[in-house]
């Protein structure tokens, strides 16, 4: 996949080169490409003017950045202790078996990552999952396919 480093140089030019808008800067650069890869990363300290190791580290310490490619959509399961009580660990099974990842991975047609996190901060809608954002609370097991299907890339049909 070809990185289309002007959307970067616009990003960095809308936030501006100060080092105060690094953390926003590479929310919105992930944003767009999914991930920060190295070469991003290497582009964003020299137009920045910040070593490549603190940009590394702001990277890694915050867990909402990602170094490897990741899905257009990012499902979330909470497996706090309300959730996991109410069947979060059987909403993880359904995923895994209707997508064959497990958490962490990526689907091979990039569309979605599964993780797997200890609280959602919503307790009272357990079982509770997000997809790219968007919250389904109390999630049973038989629903996980249908709200999938949702985000799924329909292929065209051969008739039109």
Known sequence: MAIDMEKV???LDAHGLEQRA???????IQDAIHY???EV???VAERMKVPLIQIHQVAKFYKVFSLEPRGKYIITVCQGTACHVQGGNRLVDQIERVLD???GQTTKD???TLESVNCLGCCALGPVMTIGGKYYGNMVANKV??????YMVKEASPNG
Do not use: R, S, W, Y
């Open 41 to 43: 990363l290497l582009h």
């Open 101 to 103: 990842i497990t958490p």
């Open 110 to 112: 990039m569309q979605f």
């Open 9 to 11: 140089d616009e990003i």
């Open 36 to 38: 920060l890869p190295h």
């Open 145 to 150: 396919e249908g709200v999938l299907e949702k």
């Open 22 to 28: 690094l953390i926003p800067a590479l929310l919105e």
